[in-house]
């Protein structure tokens, strides 16, 4: 019953900046953590950004220092500001949510992100 939502995704010169944001709703107890994963044709998945409850992040070495992952008050929204974008960053976009309890992971559909050259 946990949806996500997200949006932002699109197409973007490279050097750009996209915003990307995931709401959840639903019966949500509690989260352990949200973030980003993302899969390009032909590649494995990856986990791009995730910051947990207590507010610690991490993010993949390829994205240090471009991406920027936050969350709202609230707990419920997270955000992945994208900056100096490049072509490998090309790929599905899909938020996930950690439940504190339980052993079930939620996921968005996916948003598409292009960064063209």
């Known amino acids: 019953q946990v949806r996500l939502v997200e949006s932002g995704g699109g197409l973007v010169q490279a050097g750009g900046s996209l915003r990307l944001s995931c709401v959840a709703s639903g019966s949500i107890s509690g989260i352990r953590a949200m973030g980003w994963h993302r899969q390009a044709p032909g590649k494995q998945q990856e986990l791009v950004a995730a910051i947990t409850s207590t507010g610690n992040t991490n993010y993949a070495e390829s994205v240090k220092g471009r991406f920027n992952i936050s969350r709202d008050s609230g707990k419920n929204t997270v955000y992945l500001q994208m900056n100096s974008l490049k072509s490998e960053d090309t790929a599905v976009y899909y938020c996930?949510?950690?439940?504190?309890?339980?052993?079930?992971?939620?996921w968005g559909p996916g948003t598409q992100v292009t960064v063209s050259s």
């Open positions: 996930k949510l950690a439940s504190l309890s339980g052993t079930a992971n939620y």
